[in-house]
């Protein structure tokens, strides 16, 4: 309901942004995006384009040591996310972990077990957990040179099935990460509800989300615009409506969730289809997802009461932050 609720803001906000009638923009839900909801358990070229879509846009920002950085200050992507991989290790105290992964992807995957195993962590099993039935294979081959067959799970479930599903190591804590901006596509109390129903008290969640900061917009913009975005943009379109001219946009719209009587705001990604007239042209969302500020975002994970965060590591410019979290 959470989730609907956020799509009619959205729809609202591009409305009134592009002075589009409502009716005239399409917003398919994110799975849809991710699997074939006729044929659930099977995969295709563009799904399988999907994913290899997420993947070379990690492997770019692992890759790229400028990203984050600033003229004055050096704190790379890549930096934040081994200040945040010392906080789990001091975290655990070295104990064993079994390592949960909502949206698989290998190249920050491989980085994230390779830094926790060279920093003396055991990880007793790794599980993945996608919609999109083309990860899978990809994933157990990729991870093969850093974990023993035995240890790899995989489940195709929605993230927030998967408390229903018998998966966890007995005995072992169990450290549950979402990265890449994915939870911004959700409503904030439907990620408070999705958590209450994976975490159990002890577990640890990791997350990582694209946030405004005294840098500006223009780190955003600047990753929406670029190529691997706006290919996964028209393959979202393409899945749907077939062979058709449109024109790629990014917008950033006010939004009135209620969070704490202060607008959100979105970062939206759509392809605008041109009508006869002004007033006929139809725009497809093809991805959206929430920009919170760092106090805000910190507010956010802690208002249950439910869950504690335990560190936030930021790019140098301010735009990324790696937030992990336990459940009390």
């Known amino acids: 309901m959470q989730s609907a609720n956020l799509v009619d803001h959205i729809r609202g906000g591009l409305a009134t942004y592009l002075r589009v009638p409502a009716q005239n923009i399409s917003i398919p839900q994110n799975v849809d995006k991710y699997h074939d909801k006729n044929a659930p358990e099977k995969s295709d070229p563009a799904l399988e384009e999907v994913f290899r879509l997420m993947w070379a846009l990690n492997e770019r920002g692992l890759s790229d040591q400028e990203i984050g950085n600033t003229a004055l200050r050096t704190r790379s992507l890549t930096t934040a996310l081994d200040h945040v991989l010392g906080d789990i290790v001091d975290e655990l105290g070295g104990a064993p972990l079994q390592y949960t992964e909502l949206g698989p992807e290998p190249v920050k995957t491989k980085y994230i077990l390779r830094g926790l195993q060279d920093r003396g962590l055991d990880i007793k099993q790794y599980n993945g957990v996608d919609i999109n039935p083309a990860s899978r294979e990809t994933m157990r081959t990729e991870l093969a040179s850093v974990l023993p067959a035995d240890r790899f799970s995989y489940q195709q479930t929605l993230f927030e099935e998967l408390g229903d599903r018998d998966y966890r190591v007995p005995g072992v804590r169990n450290l549950v990460t979402m990265l890449g901006f994915e939870e911004g596509n959700e409503h904030p109390a439907a990620i408070d509800e999705m958590l209450d129903r994976i975490l159990e008290p002890g577990d640890l969640f990791l997350s990582e989300m694209q946030i405004l900061s005294e840098s500006g917009w223009h780190p955003i913009f600047n990753f929406y615009q670029n190529d691997l975005m706006r290919r996964f943009s028209k ?70 009461g439910r869950l504690k965060v335990l560190a936030q590591r930021t790019t140098a410019d301010g735009s990324v932050v790696f937030q992990l979290t336990q459940k009390l």
């Open 235 to 304: 393959l979202a379109l393409d899945r749907s409506r077939p062979n058709v001219d449109s024109e790629y946009g990014v917008y950033l719209v006010p939004l009135s969730l209620g969070t704490d009587g202060a607008p959100t705001m979105a970062a939206v990604t759509a392809e605008r289809i041109r009508g006869s007239k002004a007033d006929e042209d139809s725009i497809f969302v093809t991805n959206y997802c929430l920009k919170f500020a760092l106090d805000e975002y910190r507010h956010l994970r802690e208002g249950s």
